[in-house]
């Protein structure tokens, strides 16, 4: 403790930063940031700014980026990447800022951060163009915990044959996230087509009963090859549950 | 109506057939058979014999074959098979009684029944071994209407070669049912690779969350591609819509 | 595979005519418009106008009339079609662009498309007024498919009279939509009554418990007469499953 | 209360009665008969058999025919039927027990009970074969409150003409009861044609989604006309309020 | 059919009262009013605003008064009852526009127009604030049945002396209509107390699990008294049955 | 841990005392006994018989008598409980039985047992026959904690003159938990009447939409007054949880 | 009451005070104030702000600081604090106003209004940031009763060190509410760690299927160890039931 | 294809064996083994005995032990263990057959059957003693698909002190299934304990509302920690996705 107490007196790290080393997690006015859980399990913590104002979500991104030199921020619109964007430009000038539209994500590495690298790959598929939000948010997810992501878009069941066309490339992969809304029987069919790990991601598209992902997350519960699921649009998870996967197999490999 | 009544008075037809023609239906103690409306639509009308003693449902299934000719059980166990069989025995001893006991169906065709003939295909698949019961069904009614079946088994996702494998049969028939329980993703499988008709027939398999047919019914209703859909284990209503699209192309053929 | 270079570099097809041809697909920002899909099951496939920006939704209507011919563009507001005939004027002039403000579609033909005709007739029945919009898009696409459509609206079940008055009509046609909210008991009363094979389709009405379609498709699928269902407000489906019927009588009426 | 005690005393009364003059309701071992309740609304008080033994029933019987001259059991199968003609023997020699199999109600009056007579019409509407215990059941109370019961059986939906048929025996009731399951479309129906209230009662049968009576109590709820409802398979409460409107119409007629 | 167009072209009828006559409804841009239905049953066919703009519901509105001498219409807001207001005296100078703000309904009475008088009272009871909206849309339908009103407001469960105080109240109706929500145990109390017919009207209050007048709902079904429910928020429904039920009552009372 | 050893050395106390001294619980074929969980909250350790065989249940009673002095069994039917009762009177021949068969509970005291006593009373009130298992299993519950129980039956608010007529004993209570199922309105009036704080148990009574206690249970979440609830059929936590609260009552009388 | 009408007369009490001290509640435009309630069972009325708008809050606030010194409004918005601000300072400018933004509640204090105090202490814990608002609701309630109020912040179950150093502030409190959402696993680890009676408050947090609060609801009801649970939300139903068990732990220290 | 029917004609093989190298799988009377399948992903095909008499489900194992070398039966009861056992005794007298009472698993090796081995670990963990029986059937998975199983008994949310001792075990493990019914709290818990991929497997247990399951699978899905799940009761799924997650690992290791 003395030591960080050292550092913050020599103003080597900010208050937030000795106040994450000593708790364990930061706070700001719109809620807590947990440093130590990112250090723990190896994923990124992210900052979900749906429900939070432009102002909170780049408060908080910004305590992200000075005690772990990195902030994701997920569920993000137009404004909210303006407001980050600008307040990460005027706290730490010299990171890097990525917004990614399709998967409303925010990425800022600080000047310093280091990206893990990861010896695995992480196929991300998609049935459809409405599948590519999530899907992007699970990507966002694996590409900060390290790992390659192969991206194999519009190969929905409705049209095998582009589906097949793909194999080598889903075959190529140590884990497979398959993200497909309406009635979700991307994930099943994949699965009878890998010998890898494969993660359904359902997606709330659909309309009428059973829309809004229900009909696709039951599709993952209820399927006949092996699988396991997240809830619907939870792309977080699914990227951080395939990037722990991956985390596995390059240790494995490392060794 | 002096015709009926004079052809009953001669002993030429028995009262369950007079009272059949002049009322549209029969009543027996268990139930009332509705003879005019299986003359009216082409549709067999079916005797459910679930909730039925095998007393009641081989009544019944006597009054059928003398007002129609025919009788059409579902939902047989052996014991009501056995029930039936014996009373045909008595009251029809020339009708043909088949029994079959996958689909749980009992067919009578009296002596001088004509079993009508359609020049239309159904072909009718199934994603696995427990979707068997339910499509033979569907099976029965179809051939009942007099459309000719082609029965394609075991062509479940997890497996898509075999269901490649059968893409002629799939695509020479004029209307398509395709039974599965579990996640039902066949249905959509299936009517992304054929131009007929596709009619869902979802299963009530599988357990836990969306278990007993649910996820394979909001499959059907949310599906990618078009089709229409049935209730769970709807085999009968499955069977007959196939039965009545044969119809019409039979007519069409005809003309 | 040369053929389609050839054109495209003689300037005879457009790149996205090109990219349909070698693909299946032509791809636009706002998504992927399936040309084959069309070409291989003979229905249009529809620009789904809801939750795409108006530029979006003019964009994926400009390239579908460039690799098909035609564009059929569903649940569309003013704006959104108001954007569609400007895009249009611009890279198509001598297409004719058709809004149905009820039914919410836009179709577009280009100048040199010819459409499709069946001998085959698709009733379109409404319960009351509030089906029209729904029933209006099943409409639009049977139309599209080339089959004759003929309207019967405000035949509710609460005036038994005004549905058989229009006994003739519905025992006219070679396959009948039944569309209703509410209690949704039209589609049975309706199956009762007609040889033809029904296709219910409920709508999102009602309010309370069983509100906003649930009632009126549960009542599709306990229906005690025979036929099959589509989704609530699944209009498109609808029409498009009455459409590959119309197609089977038509090709059989051909032979 | 005095005179309650010197008739107990006199032995003019039993205890049962003494207690239910003064408690306002009777005890037994298996639970508590309300005789004031019955005195008060002038609706019978049903004993419900379902999760009884035959002796707590037939004791429970016994009471009420002690304490108000009759009593009315619901759900009762044959071996609580017999259970209750036996006690009744013993307890009560001159009563007389009538046990409905059909609608698996018994009924016992005293040999001095008055049964009550109103002025009023309820009629019993029942779709199918299926519908006819719940109806019975309802029938069986409204009976016993005093009104004139007319019984249309199997006028379901499917077959209009059948219906049409009973217009003027529909129209010529006070009240009337609706009882239907699978799709439950017949309230709605009759309702369109008659002017005086119904009520509906939807029956549990159907399978499926929407089974167990579901989607019969949903399509109730959303008619289209003006009706009320009661719970699934609530033949007693059902036949109990229709019974409330025939004394409300009675007594005014008696004015 | 001769006298009708005769008063047409005598210009003593309007083209939307000729039209009625003949075909028993009327049509308009925003849809069809039903005269006839009106005619038959009693009860004015009320015109629901929601879902429809102002000048739809106008136009609606006139052309009720036109056919039938009066408009009902519900689930109104200022604005549109403003727009009614403005068309009602462009249209009918002499025509009474009554706006209850809270029950959100607008009632207009012909010049000519004889509202209909019952010998009878309808209690409408509510349990707390949040009933009134609904409860007052049950009492308008009443009142324009003809049959006289009683509101007893804010007699809810949580406090019994209050309920208890009004009972004579209660009693000395011939119909109740209870309205509540959240738990809505004041119909099953109100039940108890009372020996007319007592009509539950659930109403969406609440939150969270059983919210939106489910609960309610729920607990007039379960409900361990005698008594009929509509469903949740059928102001309308619960006061027309009420209404019917009045009708019988004061027709007996006439006879 | 020394000590411990010794005493069973020494044979002063069973294997299973030790094992539960050392380990905290003891195990058994059927399952895990948890001793220290009722040592630290004071509220015993329920073994719920349902699912066992009564050889299993038998066996963890008497580990639960061997290592705490007491067993509390629940859901027992009669031959679960002679099993218990043979197998105590081997282990245990001091020990005292109870079998409450109504709550289906038994409750066994080892001789040496000396059970709490706490200066606080627990009122368990029922509205109707049906409720009393479960009101039985809670007080049962509540007693072996040492409070006193006040049993309040058959006050359902069908008639409210019972409840009103018990107004005093529900007054005099520190804790008040209400069984009622249908649709569970008295919780809610029982709040409105008391000043202590009411716990409802929802019971699974009735039948249809709502059965089984869901109504119940949605009454108790929406209660327009103050009150917690537990699941339905939860008689051990509801009385568990009033026995917490008498505690912290009791607690507080003796400082 | 002549006393009331004497005060009244003399301008020694407000129209508002002397309604509710003769009918136990005071109205305004808005709805009824019930301060017989609140005098009753020692819990304030709070007044809904949700619903309605700045004008009728502020004018019902201003109601209950006249009729009982005090006023306690739930999810107000900044405009509606401001409304009630103002109009509390026109009314009664002596009066305190309190508005805590993030719990979304306004506290008046009438001038001489001397709020209570209890011997007690209510711990309040929550799971994370999002979880605030809703315990801040309770927490404001349970201080309004007046117990002490224990804040235990963000120790969710996924970091359970951060909860074990907060065990002593746990365990030293009377009562305790726990609110968490998403899987709701925090008031079972609680009720596991603590004697006091927990009392789950489930938070509206969540996405996808079990989400908004159901998830949280489910895992209350179905906790393994014992606590009771109020409706999701319900913030003033959790404080106040703890405030009621704080009162009667109060009272029995007092005695 | 030639050297398969060489061995067949040599009788160096079964007709079964034969039909499995050629078709990819083996057909029953029972139903269809699936060989290739298990040869193509390394995970066993399971027999589900449920539903399927003794005869069949050993007739099945049977053919998989003659095509494979190897069968895994699930949820088997007594009876068919005992017609399995019987049934390879007399096939393959020289196989093993393990029946595991608890797991309701049999696993049967064929005499030269050589089981694989992985270099990594799955720790299967229970809250509690309801948990073990599904928790066995993953177990047995897993340990068929060759990676070393470490189970973690008896570790439930309620006492966390059990839990907190065995972290090391927890946190040695290559990947983690966490079986737990009731409110499911523990995957949550254990997730954030560890760093390798967590696999929730809800059990069916509980009652009420969100019992048999429900409460534990929505408490999986909406976790504040990473994980992902399998349905409930879905041991083999959770069981099999562990093992493709240790193939994976193991596979790295070997590299």
């Given amino acids: 403790m003395r030591e960080t107490l050292d550092a913050l007196a020599a103003g080597e790290i900010t208050p937030a930063e000795a106040e994450s080393r000593l708790k ?7 809620g807590r940031f947990d440093a130590a859980r990112e250090r723990r399990r190896g994923i990124p913590e992210a900052i979900l700014a749906e429900g939070k104002t432009p102002a909170e979500a780049a408060a908080m991104a910004t305590t992200a980026v000075e005690t772990t030199g990195r902030a994701v921020v997920t569920r993000v619109d137009d404004e909210t990447a303006a407001g980050i964007r600008e ?23 600080g000047d310093e951060f280091e990206p ?5 790959t992480v196929a991300v598929v998609t049935a459809g163009t409405a599948d590519r939000a999530v899907a992007g948010e699970a990507a966002t997810i694996v590409r900060e915990i390290g790992a390659d992501v192969d991206r194999v878009d519009d190969v929905g069941v409705a049209s095998l044959l582009r589906l097949v066309d793909q194999l080598d490339r889903l075959r190529g ?13 991307l994930p099943t069919v994949v699965a009878g087509l890998v010998d890898a790990p494969v993660i359904a991601l359902p997606v709330a598209s659909g309309y009428g009963v059973g829309g809004d992902g229900e009909a696709a997350l039951y599709g993952a519960l209820q399927s006949c090859t092996v699988l396991s699921t997240v809830n619907v649009d939870a792309g977080f998870v699914a990227g951080a ?6 985390r596995a197999v390059d240790a494995a490999r490392e060794s």
């Avoid at 364990?24 to 719109?30: M, P, R, S």
């Avoid at 307040?87 to 590495?109: G, L, Q």
């Avoid at 893990?116 to 695995?120: E, N, R, W, Y």
């Fill in 24 to 30: 364990g997690y930061a706070t700001t006015e719109a």
């Fill in 87 to 109: 307040a990460i430009a005027d706290a730490e000038p010299d990171a890097t800022v990525e917004h990614d539209e399709r998967a409303r994500t925010v990425v800022v590495h």
């Fill in 173 to 185: 992969a140590d884990v497979v996230v398959v993200a497909a809304g309406r009635e979700g029987a």
């Fill in 241 to 246: 549950q395939a990037g722990l996967i991956a």
């Fill in 116 to 120: 893990p690298s990861l010896d695995a």
